[in-house]
Nanobody
Framework: QVQFVESGGGLVQPGGSLRLSCAAS????????MGWYRQAPGKQRELVAT???????NYVDSVKGRFTISKDIAKNTVYLQMNSLKPENTAVYYC???????????????WGQGTQVTVTS
């Protein structure tokens, strides 16, 4: 089973940027949907952004226009470029592959350790 290792998090001021990386242990070429999730303290893990095998991208409303998901098939890596960061974006960010059934997402892989993003002045 493909495993994921997230990196790129850190401490940033409001308005700053970070680029997260998700390195897969195997090929992501045939994975239909890859996604970035986040879990803020005291909250449930939520799906933030997805990219399909044919390049379609979707985002949760709160990050539209600020976050961009992308992937590099040759490197088996998925990225999340985060701009104009806000304190409410503080969370541990994870990647996974998933399916979407109706309006419900179902992550299918094992969770990595995630990468901490902290936005504070």
């Amino acid at each position: 089973q493909v495993q994921f290792v997230e990196s790129g998090g850190g401490l940033v001021q409001p308005g700053g940027s970070l680029r997260l990386s998700c390195a897969a242990s195997g090929s992501i070429f045939r994975i239909y949907i890859m996604g970035w999730y986040r879990q803020a303290p005291g909250k449930q893990r939520e799906l933030v952004a997805t990219v399909t095998s044919d390049g379609n991208k979707n985002y949760v409303d709160s990050v539209k226009g600020r976050f961009t998901i992308s992937k590099d098939i040759a490197k088996n890596t998925v990225y999340l470029q985060m701009n104009s960061l806000k304190p409410e974006n503080t969370a541990v960010y994870y990647c996974n592959w998933l399916v979407i059934i109706g309006t419900t997402d179902r992550p299918l892989g094992s969770w990595g350790q995630g990468t901490q993003v902290t936005v504070t002045s």
